[in-house]
């Protein structure tokens, strides 16, 4: 089905994840409701969001989804963000987003990551991606990373004196 939020100014959070049986979301048009601060569509059927207008938001998931391409530059609130199990091709993401504290985005198809520019960043997982390298060193904050199942050579996490918990296996 599809959702549009046609009068949303005041709609602060919205949930339409999860659907039950096979009631599946395969468009959502949320740019009128730039109240949003929490948005979750997790198992869904999405292949694309625009949250370009939704600059207040804070938390929002978009796990088990068809999402190729997802852009985050705009939402300079955002704290958490996932979006597990896209078969994700590309995140984009900017300095405006120095708030994000813990990104998800496991079980995708991303072949490069630059979160250093996330510089608020404390957990990261990004296991079961196509990344071959990553560059950790500015995210000095990072407590916990997840970077099993990727086609990593070399990890070097000597600039994160918060980093706690690790893991890589590929």
């Known amino acids: 089905g599809i959702i549009k939020i046609y009068a ?13 049986g096979n009631a599946k979301i395969t468009e959502m048009d ?19 969001i625009d949250l370009s207008k939704n600059t207040a938001l804070y938390n929002a998931s978009f796990n088990s989804n068809q999402i190729k391409t997802i852009d985050i530059t705009n939402n300079a609130e ?20 120095a708030k994000l504290s813990t990104l998800k985005c ?5 072949p490069s990551f630059e979160p250093g520019i996330l510089t608020n960043l404390k ?6 991606n196509l ?13 916990y990373v997840q970077l099993t199942g990727n086609k990593l050579t070399s990890l070097d996490v000597s600039e994160c004196p918060e980093l706690a918990t690790v893991f890589c296996n590929n």
């Open 8 to 20: 949303g100014n005041n709609i602060s959070e919205f949930d339409c994840g999860y659907t039950l």
């Open 30 to 48: 949320v740019t009128k409701a730039t109240a949003l601060t929490r948005l979750s569509a997790e198992t869904n059927s999405l292949t694309t």
């Open 78 to 97: 955002l704290q958490y963000f996932e979006c597990v199990n896209n078969g994700l091709t590309e995140l984009k993401i900017s300095e405006n987003n």
């Open 106 to 110: 496991n079980n995708n198809s991303l």
């Open 123 to 128: 957990n990261l997982y990004i296991g079961n």
């Open 131 to 143: 990344l071959t390298t990553i560059d950790l060193s500015a995210n000095k904050l990072l407590s």
